[in-house]
């Protein structure tokens, strides 16, 4: 293992602070961290977001267990997941998107079979939520293990910005058109395991779209919607596969058009969508962008028909 992520309480935090102090650990500054140390080969940081703490090196295993859960979380869960989450163990599909957030690139939506074995053999390899790993090769390497990994049924659902714009104003709102895509990739994974129970994905705002989503396409699955699903092994693996796709559109199109795309909302995407449109046109931005977003009225200068929220769906 090298690479450990954990939810700290404030309490949790000072106590991690003072162990690291005492242990004689070199402090630095990071963005959007309380504090970093290092100290070797290994690197502590604790978040602002949550708090949570993330632990990297080669001395990660043995920093999680004789220093981390007994001396600040007070719990050993690192080599009994089975006994603490057995639902993580049991046959199930696992599914995630990646760019519903993101203004230029393709909405993605992965799925992930997983039994006991299939989930053992991802934990260990150290396949985590893809919103922990920052690095895309770190990414592109993840995915291609779960694909290798025996028994691991992987499906990869991309829906290209032409075809999401066509899509998105077809069903009306991001939603039922997140739903869709989950539904599609139960149904590829189902038809290659029809034996399996049961299927996980993050929460949707309206939990029946889904569930609608899955009666029209006949699929009688036991369906679970959660809150921070991606604890789940194969939701996880799902949302690697989902980002690796959606990463590699992104690299493709921006060697392709000239212009680097830059993920989110931002500023820095307003600009890029501003030099995109001077290079190519006002029709590029439909092959590259999600136009509901509001972005599109500060790009084009205009003001679509959008409704009030960034992405322009309603809530």
């Known amino acids: 293992m090298t690479s450990h992520t954990a939810p700290l309480t404030p309490q949790q935090v000072e106590t991690l602070r003072q162990l690291l102090e005492e242990a004689g650990y070199d402090f630095e500054t990071k963005p959007h961290a309380l504090y970093s140390a290092r100290k070797g080969k290994l690197n502590v940081t604790v978040y602002q977001k949550g708090p949570k703490v993330l632990v990297q090196g080669k001395d990660t295993e043995d920093f999680v267990r004789f220093t981390l859960e007994p001396a600040v979380l007070g719990e050993a869960r690192l080599g009994y997941e ?3 989450e057995p639902e993580h ?28 074995r299939i989930a053992r053999q991802l934990i260990d390899a150290g396949v985590t939520d893809s919103k922990r790993i920052g690095s895309a090769a770190k990414i592109r390497k993840l995915a291609a293990v779960i694909r290798e990994t025996p028994g691991c049924l992987c499906e990869v659902v991309s829906i290209g910005p032409e075809r999401y714009n066509e899509m998105h104003a077809s069903f009306g709102n991001l939603n039922r058109l997140l739903a869709w895509g989950h539904a599609r990739v139960i149904e590829k ?4 395991r029809p034996d399996c129970p049961r299927a996980l994905s993050d929460q949707f705002a309206r939990a029946e779209v889904l569930e609608k989503a899955l009666k029209q396409k006949g699929l009688a699955i036991h369906l679970d919607q959660r809150t921070k699903g991606e604890s789940d092994p194969a939701v996880a ?3 690697i596969l989902a980002r690796e796709r959606f990463v590699d559109w992104m690299d493709k199109t921006s060697s392709a058009c000239g212009v680097t795309l830059p993920l989110g909302a931002s500023d820095a995407v307003i600009q890029a969508g501003r030099d995109l449109v001077s290079k190519h046109g006002r029709d590029a931005l439909g092959r590259a962008a999600k136009l509901h977003f509001r972005t599109t009225a500060a ?17």
């Open 237 to 239: 693996a799902a949302s």
């Open 82 to 84: 089975e006994v603490l």
């Open 89 to 116: 163990f049991e046959p199930h599909f696992g599914i995630d998107e990646s760019g519903k957030g993101d203004f230029f690139g393709p909405l993605v939506i992965a799925g992930v079979y997983t039994d006991a």
């Open 189 to 192: 994974l189902h038809s290659a």
């Open 299 to 315: 790009v084009l200068g205009s003001d679509p028909e959008i409704s009030d929220n960034p992405q322009g769906d309603p809530a």
